[in-house]
Structure formats: structure tokens, C-alpha cells
């Protein structure tokens, strides 16, 4: 099955964004290629492009702290495993604690090397890392990969607590809903939301096997869900095919 998932604000758009660039980041730096380490670089610079928004560390903690409230309303409840319950808990008040504790925006600590912020502004230009546009840049990918990556997981630890907090955040959003198999018949399907339950995401999972591709749109009132299929000259045409799939809706 391949799932795909659908904001329904720009909230949870922009966690979706930094989850994928912090999974990216984080693997890029695992290796010990130089090339990897030069998008590791890139893409820690587009993690900083979005979290220079002055309102998303403060959206994020008061989404942890949100959660926090409401799962600290469960104690008690003979249906909640307390330990889990308590270790949730404790999990979401770190993860607050630790964007609590950073300065400014995030990555704004970056912004205080000079060195990086000469290599992000040369990045931003086509070819513009070449070695006589930046010698140091050069050098340094020049340096053993052990030292590359020792540089590479400093750099981005002051951006790990809001990679661990969108991380759970995401995890619990996406826990918050039940798969539900709904037939598409002639590659299309609509479905009215549910009045008083505001859906923040929904997730489509289909089989890969039919090769389908689902086109995703919806609101707080309705969700419509188009099935297309790639043709020989690679682009996208709508498919009449009858499908089956899993739908979740997340709030």
C-alpha cells in the first residue's frame, strides 16, 4: 500500500514540509559521501527558510501544549494504560521544555555563523558553490567524513527539538483516526465531512499494483479524491478505473 496524506490547514502543511525535510537531513548526514553531505547542507538551509516564520515555534508549543492537556485528561481512566499515558506525557513536556529553551526562532543560532551563512547565500544561486566562488567550502569538503559529520550534527541540534516535537505532534495526529475502506467508482469519489469534527489531515492509502495516483482536494465540508494514472508520455490523465481504498481522517 502506498498512503498518501492531505492537509486540510496550513498549520499541519507546514509540519508535513519540515517532517520530510527533517528525515532527509537527518539521513543525509548518516552517510559519508561528500555529495550527501553538500544536500544535507541544502536542505538544513530550507528547514531554516521554514522555521524563520516568527509564529511556528510558538504554533508548536501550544499544540504540545494543547495535547498536553488533553491527554493529562485521561488519568484515571481505567480504559488508558497510566505508564503510557504518563510517558506520553512526559515526552510531549520535553519536547515543549526543549523549544522553550532555544532562543529566538529556530535556527536563528545558525544565522550567528558566518561561515554557514556565506555557504547558504552561494547555495541559493545555480552552481554557485564551485570552489572559486567559496575556497573555504571547498576545503572543508576536503575533511575526513567523520569530521564533516561531527560538523554537520552540531549544526543541526539546536533545529532537533523542533524535529522531535513535529514528529510527535504528526504521530499523534495521524493515531487520531480510523481507516475506513471505501469503494471509487469510475476513479471518482466525494464524501461529506462530519458536522462539529474538524479534520486537520487525511491519509489515502491505495494498492501500488493498480498504479494509481490519487488527486486529493477538500475543506471542512467535503473531500474529493480523483484517480489518475500516468500515460507513456508522462503525464497525468484521469483514470475511470474502479478502485478500492482505505481513507482516514485525522482531527
Known amino acids: 500500500m502506498i498512503t498518501y496524506e492531505y492537509p486540510f490547514n496550513e ?4 509540519y508535513l514540509r519540515l517532517e520530510q525535510l527533517f528525515d532527509r537531513v537527518f539521513s543525509l548526514i548518516e552517510d559519508t559521501e561528500v555529495i550527501e553531505h553538500h544536500f544535507a547542507l541544502t536542505t538544513m538551509f530550507e528547514i531554516m527558510d521554514v522555521g524563520a516564520r516568527a509564529d511556528l515555534k510558538s504554533d ?21 494504560e497510566s505508564d503510557a499515558l504518563e510517558q506520553l506525557i512526559e515526552r510531549m ?24 551563512m556565506g555557504v547558504r547565500s552561494r547555495a541559493a544561486i545555480p552552481g554557485g558553490t564551485c570552489e572559486f ?6 576545503a572543508w569538503k576536503h575533511l575526513p567524513a567523520a569530521q564533516r559529520q561531527q560538523d554537520l550534527r552540531n549544526w543541526i541540534q539546536t533545529l532537533r527539538p523542533l524535529a522531535a516535537s513535529i514528529r510527535l505532534l504528526l ?36 494498492d501500488r499494483e493498480t498504479a494509481l495516483i490519487p488527486e486529493i ?14 500515460g507513456d508520455d508522462t503525464r497525468l490523465h484521469a483514470s475511470g478505473q474502479d478502485a478500492t481504498l482505505e481513507i482516514t481522517l485525522c482531527a
Open 217 to 230: 482536494s477538500g475543506n471542512r465540508l467535503v473531500l474529493s479524491i480523483r484517480l489518475l494514472r500516468m
Open 93 to 116: 513536556q520535553l519536547c515543549f521544555d526543549g523549544l522553550n529553551a532555544i532562543p529566538g526562532r529556530a535556527g536563528q543560532a545558525l544565522t550567528e555563523i558566518e561561515w554557514l
Open 11 to 14: 498549520r499541519v502543511r507546514t
Open 60 to 80: 508548536v508549543m501550544k499544540d504540545l501544549e494543547r495535547q498536553k492537556q488533553t491527554l493529562m485528561g485521561y488519568r484515571g481512566n481505567p480504559a488508558i
Open 133 to 138: 566562488d567559496l575556497p573555504a567550502y571547498f
Open 171 to 206: 504521530n499523534l495526529l495521524r493515531q487520531s483516526g480510523t481507516p475506513q475502506k471505501v469503494s471509487v467508482v469510475g476513479g471518482q469519489y466525494q464524501q461529506s465531512l462530519q458536522q462539529g469534527r474538524t479534520s486537520q489531515l487525511v491519509r489515502v492509502a491505495l
